[in-house]
C-alpha cells in the first residue's frame, strides 16, 4: 500500500509538511509562502515552561497553527483528530492510506530512529507525512530529510504517543475540502498583518521585545546561576534557533524568501526591499548563535562574552522592532 507522493525536502518540518501535501492535492505552494501566509515567525521566551531544564524559547508559532491559518486564508478545510487509544490513532491512519490519503502527523522527536543521535532530544512538535504502508513498516516523508524513510508500526506509536510537554496523543490531520482556486493576495496581507502584530506586541516575553527581554537575562544569569548553567541555558537557545527550530537565522531567511515571493504576487515592489533587510537579519542571528555557541562550548576566552552575546541580541530585537514597523506601512 503506497500513495504516489512526492517527497520534498524542506527547511522546516510543518512548512514542508503542508506544502508537500497542497502539491499531491494539485496545488503548487511554495514552503516560504506557506510559512508566510500562515504568519509562522514568532519570537517568545516562556521562563515557567522548561524543555530539557531550560526555559522554553520558540521561534515559531505553536505546533499546527501553521496549517491553521494558512488553511483559514487561502479556503480549505482540514480535519484534525486526536486519540486516547494507540490501536484507534493506528486504525484511522490505515483507513486513510487505504483510501490514498496521505497523513500528517504531529511526533515526537526523541525516539525518531532515523534521526542522528545529536539530534534526538525530548521536543514534541515535529511534523511528517505517512505516504504508505508496506506489511508492518510505515513508509515515512519527513520534510527535513533528504529521503524517504520507514518506521515500524512499534516505533511509528512510540513517537506518536511521547510524553512531556505539547505531547502529541496521537494527532493526525489532513485536508478534506479546497477551493477551485487560492486567492494567494488576501491570504498574504492578512498573514504579513498578523506577524507584525505579534512581533510588535507590547508584551515583555513576545516579539521584538522578548529578544530584548532574553538580552537582559543573559547579562542576569551567570551572577544568579553561574556559568555551568547559563552556558546550559545559552545552549538550549542556540539548539531551539538553528537544530530544532530552525529558528533565528532559518526562518528569517524563509521569511524573506516568502516577501520576495509576495512582492511579486502583490506587485508591491517595497517588500522586495524589505525581504533583503530581513536576509540580513538572519545573518545577524546566525553570528549570534556562533558567539553563542563558542562561549557555551568554552572556546570564547573573552572575559566579557555574556556581555558581547547580549548585545548582539540587543541589537536584533532592536532591529526586528524597527523592520516589523516598516513591514506594517509597507502593506
Known amino acids: 500500500m503506497k500513495i504516489d507522493f ?3 525536502q524542506s527547511a522546516h518540518c510543518e512548512n514542508g509538511v ?3 501535501l497542497m502539491e499531491y492535492h494539485g496545488f503548487q505552494v511554495s514552503e516560504p ?18 524543555i530539557n531544564y531550560a526555559p522554553l524559547i520558540t521561534y515559531r ?18 480535519k484534525r483528530e486526536k486519540f486516547k487509544d494507540p490501536k484507534r490513532a493506528k486504525d484511522r491512519l490505515d483507513q486513510n492510506l487505504a483510501k490514498d490519503n496521505p497523513v500528517g502527523l504531529q511526533v515526537g522527536v526523541y525516539n525518531l530512529t532515523y534521526f542522528p543521535d545529536e539530534y534526538r532530544f525530548h521536543f514534541n512538535a515535529h511534523n511528517l507525512v505517512v505516504y504508505g504502508k508496506d506489511d508492518d513498516t510505515y513508509l515515512i516523508s519527513d520534510p527535513v530529510m533528504q529521503h524517504t524513510t520507514t518506521l515500524t508500526a512499534e516505533e511509528l506509536e512510540k513517537v506518536r ?12 490531520y489532513y485536508p ?16 504579513i498583518r498578523h506577524t507584525c502584530r505579534e512581533m510588535l506586541a507590547p508584551v515583555p516575553i513576545v516579539g521584538a521585545k522578548g ?3 532574553v538580552a537582559k537575562m543573559i547579562r542576569k544569569w551567570p551572577k544568579k546561576h553561574g556559568s555551568k548553567k547559563t552556558n546550559h541555558y545559552l545552549g538550549q537557545i542556540v539548539r531551539m534557533q538553528e537544530e530544532i527550530g530552525t529558528g533565528g537565522g532559518g526562518f528569517r531567511y524563509i521569511y524573506a524568501a516568502f516577501l520576495q515571493e509576495a512582492s ?16 540580513e537579519i538572519g545573518d545577524q542571528w546566525r553570528d549570534f548563535a556562533l558567539d553563542a555557541s563558542r562561549l557555551y562550548k568554552n572556546r570564547s576566552v573573552e572575559s566579557d562574552g555574556y556581555t558581547k552575546v547580549a548585545d548582539q541580541l540587543e541589537a536584533i530585537g532592536d532591529r526586528e522592532a524597527a523592520f516589523f514597523a516598516q513591514l506594517k506601512k509597507a502593506i
Open 6 to 8: 512526492k517527497h520534498r
Open 18 to 20: 503542508i506544502s508537500n
Open 33 to 50: 509562502m506557506v510559512f508566510g501566509i500562515g504568519s509562522g515567525l514568532l519570537f517568545c521566551y516562556i521562563p515557567f515552561v522548561k
Open 61 to 78: 508559532a505553536m505546533a499546527g497553527f501553521i496549517f491553521k491559518r494558512f488553511a483559514k486564508r487561502v479556503g480549505i478545510t482540514i
Open 161 to 172: 504517543y511521547a510524553k512531556g510537554p505539547f505531547a502529541p496523543k496521537g494527532h493526525m
Open 176 to 191: 478534506v475540502a479546497f477551493p477551485k482556486t487560492l486567492e494567494l493576495e488576501k491570504a498574504i496581507k492578512k498573514g
Open 211 to 213: 529578544v530584548k527581554t
Open 264 to 279: 511579486t504576487v502583490l506587485n508591491n515592489p517595497s517588500l522586495a526591499e524589505l525581504s533583503q533587510q530581513m536576509t
